[in-house]
């Protein structure tokens, strides 16, 4: 099992509609979490960090955290084709520095 | 620009040829990281340093691969005896200290590294 898994996609939605990210991760200890974009040929960018269980919110996008089912997903509202990239998930396992990714989700929003 | 630097950022070596590339964080991060990705994949943790002190070293990490950051600013990684298989973006980030923000970390545009 890897430490965090994400469906590869590709995941389509049409412009202005809610795309919904997920990312599962292996180590229960797990304290903080992360999401990236990133796109092609560049390198990622940071989109939010989530530490606490529930939701967390800024502008279109709220990440969502639920550490009994080792679960966190991305919701980006009113997507824009701009926010066609792959959307990789971070976690900072309780085992030290090391930060564990994703493969990465591609989403295209189509016009 | 006061972001995350790297150089170069392309370069393209004969297969047995060692490589150096630099990463200057964002100014006052005392924290540092390199990442290895490739094609279809996520960032592979390298290694990390907290000021000039290396923390830790990914498993994987040949011993072809070594890092340092001797002044607790810029970092320098160098791969030994280059193959095929270490082609890839290297990519470097950095994350100030202290805290949960702390861990927030930030990425320089990478290095494409081609072995032929």
């Known amino acids: 099992q890897k430490e965090v898994e994400q469906n590869s996609g590709p995941l389509s939605v049409p412009e202005g509609a809610i795309a919904s990210l997920n990312c599962t991760y292996s180590?229960?200890?797990?304290?903080?979490f992360f999401w990236y974009r990133q796109y092609s040929g560049k390198s990622p960018e940071l989109i939010m960090s989530?530490?606490?269980?529930g939701d967390k919110e800024d502008g279109r996008f709220t990440a969502q955290l639920n550490k009994a089912s080792q679960y966190v997903s991305l919701l980006i509202r009113d997507s824009q084709p701009s926010d066609s990239a792959t959307y990789l998930c971070a976690v900072n396992m309780d085992t030290g520095n090391q930060f564990y990714f994703g493969t990465g989700t591609s989403l295209t929003v189509i016009p | 620009d006061t972001g995350v630097s790297q150089n170069p950022r392309h370069k393209i070596t004969k297969r047995g040829q060692n490589v150096t590339f630099r990463c200057d964080p964002i100014?006052?991060?005392?924290?540092l990281y390199w990442y290895r990705q490739t094609l279809g994949q996520g960032p592979e943790f390298l290694t990390y340093?907290?000021?000039?002190?290396?923390?830790?070293k990914s498993r994987l990490l040949s011993d072809r691969f070594s890092a340092e950051r001797p002044k607790g600013s810029f970092s320098t990684l160098e791969i030994q005896r280059t193959e095929q298989g270490d082609s890839a973006m290297y990519l470097c980030?950095?994350?100030?200290?202290?805290?949960?923000?702390?861990?927030?970390?930030?990425f320089g545009p990478g290095t494409r590294l081609t072995v032929l």
């Open positions: 340093f907290q000021n000039e002190a290396q923390l830790e």
């Open positions: 180590d229960r200890g797990s304290q903080s």
């Open positions: 100014s006052e991060h005392n924290r």
């Open positions: 980030a950095s994350s100030p200290k202290g805290g949960p923000i702390g861990n927030e970390q930030f």
């Open positions: 989530i530490y606490s269980n």
